[in-house]
């Protein structure tokens, strides 16, 4: 009867030892999440910096064309003043 009660404990016992050696643990058969997720951060970053140097390159020619336009404005109304002030210089020396 000993003998009986030994082997109904171990053979399940067995089965149930092979069943979890030989199994795959979803851990063991997917990339760890520190790789995947490093690529994944490193995509996600790369892709951000071309946001961002787009952004930036966008804003520099909004810029650059304001600041040209205001200056060819600033130019042409000096030019027009100067030469009213010669002008004017030059009727009062008539005079």
């Given at each position: 009867m000993?003998?009986?009660m030994r082997m109904t404990t171990r053979i399940p016992a067995i089965f149930l030892g092979a069943a979890l050696l030989f199994a795959?643990?979803?851990?063991?058969?997917q990339?760890?999440?520190?790789?995947?997720g490093a690529k994944q951060?490193?995509?996600?970053?790369?892709k951000d910096t071309k946001?961002?140097?787009?952004?930036?390159g966008r804003g520099m020619k909004k810029g650059t064309t304001k600041v040209y336009h205001g200056t060819k404005k600033v130019f042409h109304k000096t030019?027009?003043?100067?030469?009213?002030?010669?002008n004017g210089g030059k009727q009062g020396a008539k005079q």
């Amino acid at each position: 009867m000993l003998l009986y009660m030994r082997m109904t404990t171990r053979i399940p016992a067995i089965f149930l030892g092979a069943a979890l050696l030989f199994a795959q643990t979803p851990g063991w058969s997917q990339p760890t999440a520190d790789e995947s997720g490093a690529k994944q951060d490193l995509k996600a970053a790369s892709k951000d910096t071309k946001h961002a140097a787009k952004t930036t390159g966008r804003g520099m020619k909004k810029g650059t064309t304001k600041v040209y336009h205001g200056t060819k404005k600033v130019f042409h109304k000096t030019k027009t003043t100067t030469e009213g002030a010669v002008n004017g210089g030059k009727q009062g020396a008539k005079q």
